[in-house]
Nanobody
Framework: QVQLVESGGGLVQAGGSLRLSCAAS????????MGWYRQAPGNQRELVGT???????NYIDSVKGRFTISRDNAKNTVYLQMNSLKPEDTAVYYC??????????WGQGTQVTVSS
């Protein structure tokens, strides 16, 4: 049974920081490229950044320079460090493999709310 459990969200003022965690179980985590996704009410789920099994990262333009993805394969965990947060970053954040997220792997997500 695969589980991906996101945590670390919360309420933060614009310009602040949060560090999200995604803890995986039931998979050989080190084999997977992982992505962080977000979804705001009324919007499609959006991929915001990725990390390969070797640690190479990529980000959409709107978060580049502000967000940093890292992973600890020994802990089966991927992280999203979010700095200089903006109200438009407000969303529920999820992790899943890339390039093909799997329906059964979506966790509960973690809510990030950025106030102005």
């Amino acid at each position: 049974q695969v589980q991906l459990v996101e945590s670390g969200g919360g309420l933060v003022q614009a310009g602040g920081s949060l560090r999200l965690s995604c803890a995986a179980s039931g998979i050989i985590f080190s084999r997977y490229a992982m992505g962080w996704y977000r979804q705001a009410p009324g919007n499609q789920r959006e991929l915001v950044g990725t990390i390969t099994s070797g640690g190479i990262t990529n980000y959409i333009d709107s978060v580049k320079g502000r967000f940093t993805i890292s992973r600890d394969n020994a802990k089966n965990t991927v992280y999203l460090q979010m700095n200089s947060l903006k109200p438009e970053d407000t969303a529920v954040y999820y992790c899943n493999p890339v390039p093909s997220p799997r329906r059964g792997y979506w966790g509960q997500g973690t809510q990030v709310t950025v106030s102005s």
